[in-house]
């Protein structure tokens, strides 16, 4: 699988136009990290999605086309902007719980813990019984059967995943219902008139891509926060949504949070949810992350949002698939990559010990721009035959599509990329943290640049009202 012939899937899945396939230029090629997949195919594809499907909504508005570029080594920048942002020039941000990890069960079988908020830390130790620490957990574990704590623990609401092979994961009920899903969707949910984007604002000349389209953006970590970055970097208001007592990563607040505002909502009380819906009646994209059906518990589903919001764009974004068995279930990028095999094939590959991840968050970062792009398209549809549109991204679908291009031999022989070697992508910008060093977007766009208007901000950092 080519970058190019990877886009060309993305775009022509989504019914858009092939034409503009020719304004699209890709540079690279795999292996661009240590890694036995296309990473960079991965990340050239769906960066590139995206870049033209704003440069596409754009034409919409005025007309007028324009070339877009993504050079692949730019593109794994992106995808591993976490591990190269800094804070006043500060050691690389710690971004994982110690207990966060790799550990052996008695049945000589591996599990991956994800631990990296307290509260599932906490659950994860008294499903074990024992004190916190690598070594504690160490021993505990050993008297566990893979199978039964991965059981155990899922039931317990916690996150973890035994480390299965390909075919192993293949044979689950849940990898046949991500199989039967194809990469992305994005379906029609209600009836409206178009609405054509809006124009160019005359007092401040924005004539970015996406001026004018407001995002509400109920998202945390990675997947879904890149999907908002990817929309702010292409012009749009985006307003983060927290609630109060929601735990956070506070080096990818900061990473995800540039070019976009954060204020608090708490969706546990009435005036919370009252204040979500009066900004959702002015948004255009609706954007989450919750674990399927959880919002719509609260009145916030796709459909009752296309009630509140004729013409609303939402877009959803989970771990293990919006159907099957696992649809609930909590995940993350490493724990996707264990349970399906991703994490064994590069532990196979490499002959290690221990299974191994991708050098990068690749299903995180992958996710998050396609949900991006899906948000584009529809409203790319919306501006021409109108319709209240529903985009779902998952990271097991996208992991799959990862594990389809097939694998590279010598892929893991490929040298590893410093933040010296990324220095020509990353610009500073000074915030409230500090001077913050983050890497720019990777998709040029000859006519809009793709820029972060905002620097990051503490959550909660600003009223909860579009401006």
């Known amino acids: ?28 090629a795999d292996p661009g990290l240590p890694s036995v997949y296309r990473v960079g195919t991965l990340a050239s594809s769906t960066i590139a999605a995206t870049g033209l499907a704003a440069a596409e909504y754009w034409r919409l508005r005025n007309g007028r086309g324009q070339q877009v570029s993504v050079q692949m080594r730019r593109a794994l920048a992106a995808f591993r902007s976490e591990r190269y942002l800094r804070i ?12 966060t990890g790799f550990y052996e069960t008695g049945d000589g079988r591996w599990i991956q813990l994800h631990t990296n908020f307290a509260h599932h830390l906490k659950g994860v130790l008294e499903v074990l019984g024992c004190d916190n620490g690598r070594e504690s957990v160490a021993a505990a574990i050993r008297g566990w059967d893979g199978a039964t704590l991965d059981r155990a623990l899922a039931d317990a609401g916690l996150c973890a995943a035994l480390i299965r092979a390909p075919d192993e994961w293949a044979a689950l009920e849940q990898a046949q219902a991500v199989a039967r899903l194809p990469l992305f ?12 984007p809006r124009h160019a604002d005359a007092d401040t000349g924005n004539d970015r891509p996406l001026a004018g389209v407001r995002v509400l953006d109920l998202t945390r970590i990675i997947a879904g926060p890149v999907a908002g970055r990817a929309l702010a970097h292409h012009g749009a208001d985006v307003l983060t949504i927290n609630g109060p007592h929601l735990p956070n990563i506070a080096p990818l607040v900061i990473d995800n949070g540039r070019g976009k505002r954060s204020a608090l ?31 719509a518990a609260r009145g916030f ?11 609303i764009v939402y877009v959803s974004v989970c771990a293990y698939g919006h159907t099957g068995p696992w649809a609930r279930r909590r995940g993350f990028d490493s724990l996707v990559q264990s349970a399906s095999g991703i994490a064994w094939a590069e532990r196979a590959a490499a002959g290690s010990a221990e299974p191994r991840h991708l ?109």
């Open 359 to 467: 050098p990068c968050q690749a299903l995180d970062h992958a996710t998050g721009y396609l949900a991006a792009f899906g948000a584009m398209v529809a409203l790319a549809r919306r501006s021409r035959e109108g319709g209240s549109w529903h985009v779902k991204v998952s990271l097991a679908q996208t992991g799959r599509w990862l594990q389809s291009f097939g694998l590279l031999a010598d892929g893991q022989q490929a040298r590893e990329v410093s933040l010296d070697d990324v220095r020509d992508c990353v610009a500073s910008v000074q915030s409230e943290f500090g001077r913050v060093l983050g890497v720019q977007p990777a998709e040029e766009l000859e006519q809009t640049p793709a820029f972060y208007a905002l620097p990051p901000a503490r959550i909660g950092a600003h009223d909860a009202r579009w401006i």
């Open 185 to 196: 969707e994005i379906e029609r949910i209600g009836d409206t008139p178009a609405e054509p």
């Open 301 to 311: 589903g796709p459909d009752e949002l296309a009630r509140l919001r004729p013409g």
């Open 1 to 28: 699988m080519t970058p190019e012939l990877a886009l060309k899937h993305i775009w022509t899945l989504a019914g858009c136009d092939p034409v503009a396939l020719h304004g699209v230029s890709l540079a690279g």
């Open 88 to 99: 006043d020039d500060g050691a690389p941000p710690a971004l994982r719980d110690p207990v």
């Open 265 to 295: 909502v708490d969706l546990r009380d009435a005036a919370g949810c009252d204040t979500l819906r009066g900004l959702a009646r002015d948004a255009d994209v609706f954007l989450q992350a919750y674990r399927p059906g959880a919002l």
